[in-house]
């Protein structure tokens, strides 16, 4: 009896509708869900932390042991997999490591060969998406050359001035000014014993130095900077952008959290040399320690996009 009082006293135009007797329907609202993604810096299935206590084992060809210097890394465009396969937005809370539609995770904590860092780490994501069944993760690798403020408004991104942008792309140590641009993943490591560099010259030669960093900075390169006449958004072009999607097709963001492996991303390169350019892997085409990094990463370093025969294997997904 009470369902049908509650139909008899529903608007007359609301019974048409529902009898086919309007061509109007309902306006379908949409519902959204706060998301809280974690992510991790991990080696050797263990988190991966500043300090000396902390070193790493086992890195690289060399198998070295090494201890974390940085470990910064930009994600944007991020987006979960619902049950149909969809790929749907994560609208990202702003505040000081989120906005734009981009991300900051940081896992150094300025202490040990990390004190040119930041005290302060963030490792986990926060945002709004429609109500929904998700399954999967994708993410943008690094910073876009656009992206859109509070105001709706299309900026720059990448190629601006750390002094001119909010959070989190004001950081000076992330600035790439030799092109213009960002360093999208900033992972710098200290092996025990050092880093040979060979200055091109593999042979054991007289200039050959011992140095104790060797780096992975992925960004853009072949930039060009057409003026300050050109436009923000289209000022600066880059023949290779180095941004990559990555994709985990099996993720529950609820029970898992998206782990960057650091053993992985060093499992081709020997950390222990620096055969040519600057030492460690700083994006260029030209640079004998990029091959074996972009490979794990998925991206083809002649061309600056994500690989046709080389899929990325350094994030995964990992049991909180």
């Not at 049908?4 to 306006?27: I, N």
């Not at 949409?30 to 086992?58: H, L, R």
């Not at 140095?211 to 992925?218: A, F, Q, Y």
């Amino acid at each position: 009896m009470r369902s049908w009082l509650y139909a008899t006293a529903l608007p007359a135009t609301l019974l048409l509708t529902a009898c086919g007797g309007s061509d109007d329907t309902l306006p379908v609202v949409k519902t959204s869900q706060d998301v809280t993604i974690s992510f991790a810096a991990q080696a050797n299935g263990k988190d991966v932390k500043c300090g000396t206590v902390n070193s790493i084992d086992n890195l690289g060809t060399s198998n070295k042991t090494a201890e974390i210097q940085d470990l910064r890394f930009y994600i944007a465009d991020v987006k979960l997999i619902n049950d149909k396969g969809e790929a749907v937005a994560v609208t990202l809370d702003k505040n000081d490591y989120q906005n734009y539609g981009v991300a900051l995770l940081d896992f150094e904590d300025a202490t040990g060969a990390c004190s040119a860092g930041t005290a302060q780490t963030y490792t986990a994501i926060t945002g709004k998406i429609n109500t929904g069944n998700y399954k999967g993760i994708q993410f943008v690798l690094g910073v876009p050359d656009t992206g859109v403020d509070s105001t709706g408004k299309t900026v720059a991104l990448s190629h601006t001035e750390t002094t001119s942008m909010s959070a989190p792309l004001d950081i000076a140590a992330m600035a790439w000014s030799w092109q213009g641009g960002r360093k999208f993943v900033k992972i710098e490591v200290n092996p025990v014993g050092g880093v040979t560099n060979q200055k091109n010259t593999p042979d054991m030669t007289t200039d050959d130095t011992n140095e104790k960093v060797w780096t992975v900075h992925l960004g853009a390169t072949d930039c060009k900077d057409n003026g300050a006449t050109e436009s923000p958004l289209t000022r600066y072009q880059c023949g290779n952008p180095n941004l990559t999607t990555i994709k985990l097709s099996s993720f529950d963001y609820a029970k898992q959290k998206v782990v960057l492996d650091v053993a992985a991303l060093l499992t081709g390169s020997d950390i222990a040399i620096n055969k040519t350019g600057p030492l460690g892997c700083m994006s260029a085409t030209s640079d004998l320690e990029c091959p074996a990094v972009f490979n794990v990463l998925g991206i083809d370093l002649a061309k600056g996009i994500t690989s046709t025969t080389k899929t990325q294997t350094v994030f995964k997904a990992v049991n909180k």
